[in-house]
């Protein structure tokens, strides 16, 4: 199976456009809003959640240009964790294509529909997440019941949130894709059980980082509303995978607050002295 990551960043991007703190004007490298790409066959791919960037996303990686018929692509659907508009404003951009398939949480799909003009261009399907899609076992561990801001009224039972365990049956690859993570959830652990790569929700460095000198005015309770287990602490998320063997464990969906942006910062070299990876947009894996 090929997974190619085709933006690492959270809502917003890095830089944020918004944004002249320090890291923003930094040299840092630049990382576009999270979105991933997999195949199975390297012929037709599927996105992983469909970010505002998915555009220049998909011109700047010569496996999803169009092709090889006149009006042919390679994009055959999306699977979304949630309904969050990093994570879905993508599709709206994708909206020339006659078919697609979309998967998700129900309440997902639902409250994304009735908030955006998805789909309605074309011959698009929703579904539930199926066991197989595009010649890929697929299975779905609900995380959270975040809703996203513009559905806050949404009397939709959940789960809200998922991350997504993918296996190749021809190569027995596994990937697991975590990219909103509100605490480290039950079950985790053997959902990653003898996966080759797990990328994980990497918005926070710390708990308190908005609260900082980049975000004055954005409390600590505020980013915890936001529903992103920190990188470091005590209840982090390194701390649960410092020395842990088995997959490769890495981050995304970094936030422009977060300091390990930055390749020479004490934070990024703390992540990778611990096992893990900060790997950046255009990443291609073949698990
Ligand atoms: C999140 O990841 O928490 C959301 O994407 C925040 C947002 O609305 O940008
Ligand atoms: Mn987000
Ligand atoms: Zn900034």
């Known amino acids: 199976m090929k997974v190619l990551l085709l933006g690492t960043a959270a809502g917003g991007g890095f830089p944020q456009w918004n944004c002249a703190c320090s ?64 994570h879905t404003l993508g599709l709206v951009m994708l909206r020339e294509a006659p078919s697609f398939g979309v998967w998700g949480p129900d309440a997902a799909l639902h409250a994304m529909r009735g908030a955006l003009p998805v789909g309605r ?26 809703k996203p801001k513009y559905a806050r009224d949404s009397t939709m039972d959940g789960p809200w949130v998922v991350a ?22 039950p079950g985790f652990d053997e959902f990653t059980d003898g996966a080759d790569y797990v990328l994980l929700d990497g918005t ?13 005015g954005v409390g600590t309770q505020a980013q ?7 990188i470091s602490g005590a209840d982090g998320s390194l701390a649960r995978i410092r020395d842990r063997p088995g997959p490769r464990w890495a981050y995304t969906h970094l936030n422009n607050t977060n300091p390990a942006l930055a390749p020479d910062s004490p934070e990024h070299k703390e992540i990778l002295a611990a096992g893990a990876e900060l790997p950046l947009d255009g990443t291609l894996l073949d698990l």
Not at 204 to 216: K, L, N, V
Not at 224 to 230: K, L, S, T
Request: charged share 20%; proline share 10%.
């Open 121 to 146: 261009y074309g011959d698009w399907r929703f579904s539930p997440v199926a066991p197989e899609i595009g010649g890929l076992r697929v299975s779905a561990l609900p995380v959270s019941d975040k």
């Open 204 to 216: 926070f460095y710390g708990a308190d980082e908005m609260s900082g000198a980049t975000r004055a």
């Open 23 to 86: 890291l923003c004007t930094s040299d840092a490298p630049h990382r576009t809003q999270d979105c991933v790409a997999i195949s199975a066959d390297g012929r037709g791919w599927y996105l992983l959640n469909a970010s505002p960037d998915i555009r220049a996303q998909i011109l700047g990686s010569p496996v999803l240009r169009a092709g090889p018929g006149p009006r042919e692509t390679p994009l055959r659907g999306a699977l979304i964790t949630d309904a969050e508009l990093d």
């Open 224 to 230: 915890r509303a936001m529903g992103h287990v920190p």
């Open 164 to 185: 997504y365990r993918i296996e190749d049956p021809a190569t027995g690859g596994v990937f697991v894709y975590a990219p909103c993570l509100a605490a480290w959830p």
